[in-house]
């Protein structure tokens, strides 16, 4: 005993009212069963219309932070590539791997259920790669600066983003340094940075061994004109 169509038909439009496509296709190829053999022609319409449904891609857009990165959706027979902060793929309605990826940023894989039809948003902040720094400074109270920031004083040990950073070191009375390190993925980069004392000045001993030498020259005399 079939049940009645016209009530499965009417919940399958219901459904395509609420843009819920694969609910509604569900029900149209319900309705289809339950027509009688002789309904040829309302068989072939409302399987057109059912053939129309399926076809209406799902849109799925994605943004990210930093915004550009690589987007992956990947299926059981096709893949289809686009880029975050951008249009939206289009995709049939299906289960998807999507691989979100940006450079020296860790990747993001997820899976998405699409459904024919509806639009989708996905929002991510792309965490940066990261390697291991070490510092270490003579003398011991030398102030560590990298990229310009200050982070501490006479050793550092901390993770930092991959890529080249600017390492400078300095302290009273010595001269400073300046040092491009390159950080690399999971990688221990350490670095021990020797602040060299400055050179004599000439003129600076020039002038004080003119003045040691006046000193002396003037206790002579004096102790001459006094004996």
Known sequence: LLPASEPIYNIAQAYERLVDFT?????????????????TEERTSVGHRVGVLK?????????????????VLSGPDFEVRGKA???????????YSMRVELLDHEPIVEEVAAEIGQPYTFSYHLAPQTGQLLISTHPANARIFIDQKLVGVGSYVAKVPVGAHEVTVEAPGRIQVTRSLSIK????????????????NGRTE?????????LIAGETIAATLFD
Do not use: K, M, Q
């Open 23 to 39: 609910r509604a296709v569900e029900w149209f190829e319900l309705y289809i069963r339950v027509l009688p053999s002789t309904a």
């Open 85 to 95: 902060n951008a249009d939206p793929l289009r995709v049939p309605g299906g289960i």
């Open 185 to 200: 993925r999971n990688e221990v980069t350490p670095a021990h940075l020797t602040l060299a004392e400055p050179p004599a």
């Open 206 to 214: 020039l002038l004080i061994g003119s003045s040691l030498f006046g």
């Open 55 to 71: 076809r209406l891609p799902a849109r799925i857009r994605v943004a990210t932070d930093p915004p550009g990165a690589a987007i």
